[in-house]
C-alpha cells in the first residue's frame, strides 16, 4: 500500500501508477454526480447535446452533498459519499462517452473493472465521513441542474487533499471489492 498525492486531472501514467488498496488524496476539481445527474448526461449525450461543465479527465463524487447558501455563494454543510453501486449499469456507458479519470464514492461497484480498464480508478471515501470531506472542500465554484435537486444536482468543487481515498478497482481492472466478496463467499461456504 502506497499512499499517493495527486492533482486533477490525474495523468495517465498516474492512473497506471495506482493499485488497489493505495491510499489517495485528490487536489483539484471535483463534480458531484448521483443518479439522475448521471441519466440526464446519458440523455444529452445520446442527443449529441453538450454538458454546461467538462468531464475531460474529471472526478466524479458520487455524493448528494448538504449545501447552504450564504450571501451569494454556496457552502459545504456536509458532502459524504454516496452508495456507488446505484450508478454501475450508467458508468459503462458513461465512459464509453466521456474521458473521466476518478470515480469517488462509498462501497463497491458492480461489474464496472472492465469499464475502468486503462483510463479510470474508482476511489472509496469510508461512509459516515461527511464532516471530514467538507473540511477538504475549498470552494463551491458552481453548481449545474439545480432543478433536480440539491443532492442530485452537479456541484462542482474545489478541493484539496480530499482523503483519504482507497483505490477500490485500479486501471488495470483489479477490484478490491470483488476480492472480499469472493473471499467472504468461501468462508461463509466453509461455515455451513
Request: hydrophobic letters at 40%; a negative charge.
Amino acid at each position: 500500500m502506497t499512499e499517493f498525492h495527486l492533482s486533477m486531472p490525474l495523468k495517465k501514467e498516474e492512473l497506471e501508477q495506482l493499485s488497489t488498496g493505495d491510499v489517495v488524496y485528490l487536489t483539484g476539481t471535483v463534480l458531484t454526480a448521483r443518479d439522475e445527474a448521471h441519466a440526464r448526461i446519458l440523455e444529452l449525450a445520446g442527443k449529441g447535446e453538450e454538458l454546461p461543465f467538462d468531464l475531460e479527465g474529471a472526478a466524479i463524487y458520487h455524493c448528494g452533498p448538504l449545501m447552504r447558501q450564504k450571501d451569494d455563494r454556496w457552502e459545504v454543510v456536509a458532502a459524504g459519499p454516496t452508495t456507488s453501486a446505484r450508478m454501475s449499469k450508467m458508468t459503462p456507458r458513461l465512459l464509453d462517452k466521456y474521458n473521466v479519470t476518478a470515480l469517488i464514492g462509498k462501497g463497491g461497484m458492480d461489474n464496472v473493472a472492465g469499464s475502468l480498464k486503462g483510463k479510470c480508478v474508482y476511489l472509496a471515501f469510508t461512509g459516515g465521513c461527511a464532516a471530514l470531506a467538507a473540511e477538504n472542500i475549498r470552494e463551491v465554484e458552481t453548481v449545474h441542474w439545480p432543478d433536480l435537486g440539491m443532492p442530485e444536482a452537479v456541484w462542482v468543487l474545489r478541493v484539496e487533499n480530499f482523503g483519504p481515498l482507497i483505490v477500490g478497482i485500479d486501471a488495470k481492472g483489479n477490484d478490491l471489492f470483488a476480492k472480499i466478496e469472493e473471499r467472504a463467499r468461501k468462508v461463509f461456504s466453509g461455515l455451513r
